[in-house]
């Protein structure tokens, strides 16, 4: 079987430190152009623009968008109107209504479309959701709090409308929610931190439950400084399982079950071959839903300015 012809779009910290090793990683694809307004990539060609990029005699196949959220849904249409397979970085969009048409042109020009959470294809991700098939929860903790001058260093992008703040990395954690829980979640109260000079949250405390009114509680803080936080951990009529590292690790009350390097990137190429061999997209915005209704349901409380 040929390799499917890649083009990258965004060249940006995510595209160095996940994707480029990931695709290289990865036998089914070959990178073949990028495009980027600023970002060069020595022996590959690299346009300014995608419009650019789909206009060149590259023979492309597919697309990965791994731009800021804002702008994507345009890019991801016209990759899709020019007859690719496109894959959206975390988070998909801006706003939850702007997929829906996404998903429509996908199935109207059979192509791939495919909402990447990597945080989704952790080693213990998997692990976890089968014990809690089999163990009833009765209370979620989320604690998600990193230092965004180490992990978004000069992207001020974060902290303009559509770049969700601290639910970038927070969506993450919602991300795994959202698959290891045997019922479907929603908002029940939201507080926002928002700096006097920004447009998004450096923290935000989220109540969750679900049909049961299991009781859930995130905490997501841009100010962590020294030991980071990416823990998810869930109280059960068996005991405590906990979820660490951003699930890389995984214990049931305190005998470490799960213990293994990351490797979500090349799991999500290898999805996004799967999906395109198989003919279909794989579009999930649960986890985009619960962003979209903590900023409709959140009491907004205005911090200290923020100088990144």
């Known amino acids: 079987m040929s390799r499917i012809r890649l083009g990258l779009v965004g060249l940006g910290k995510i595209a160095h430190s996940q994707h480029l090793g990931a695709i290289a990683a990865t036998p089914g694809f070959e990178l073949v152009a990028a495009a980027s307004r600023e970002g060069t990539l020595p022996g590959l060609p690299v346009f300014t623009s995608l419009s650019a990029m789909l206009a060149s005699d590259i ?48 199935e109207r020009s059979g192509r791939t479309l495919f909402t990447t959470w990597h945080s989704r294809f952790a080693p213990a ?18 604690i998600w709090k990193e230092d965004v001058r180490v992990w978004h260093p000069g992207q001020d992008w974060i902290f303009e409308p559509g770049g969700l703040g601290v639910f970038d990395p927070g969506i993450n954690a919602l991300s795994i929610l959202t698959t290891i829980l045997p019922e479907p ?13 920004r447009q998004a949250p450096i923290a935000a405390a989220l109540d969750l439950a679900d ?44 005998r470490i079950l799960v213990d293994e ?11 996004f071959e799967a999906l395109i061999a198989e003919g279909r997209s794989d579009v999930d915005l649960a986890p985009l839903a619960l962003v979209g209704d903590a900023f409709m349901l959140g009491r907004r409380l205005t911090v200290e300015p923020f100088e990144g």
């Open 59 to 106: 023979d492309l196949d597919a697309v990965a968008l791994c731009t800021p959220p804002q702008g994507r849904h345009a890019l991801a249409a016209e990759a899709l109107e020019a007859g690719m397979h496109v894959l959206l970085e975390k988070p998909p969009g801006a706003s939850v209504s702007e997929l829906g048409p996404l998903v429509a042109k996908a």
């Open 125 to 142: 991700v998997a692990p976890a959701r089968a014990l809690l098939a089999q163990h009833r929860p009765r209370s979620v903790e989320i």
């Open 185 to 197: 979640v929603f908002v029940t109260g939201a507080s926002l931190s928002v700096p006097a000079n």
């Open 211 to 254: 049909g049961s009114g299991l009781p859930i509680h995130a905490e997501f803080d841009f100010r962590q400084e020294g030991e980071q936080s990416w823990d998810i951990h869930v109280e059960t009529e068996a005991g405590l399982i906990m979820l660490s590292s951003g699930g890389r690790t995984l214990s049931h009350d305190r």
């Open 261 to 271: 390097p990351e490797r979500e990137y090349a799991e999500i190429y290898r999805r």
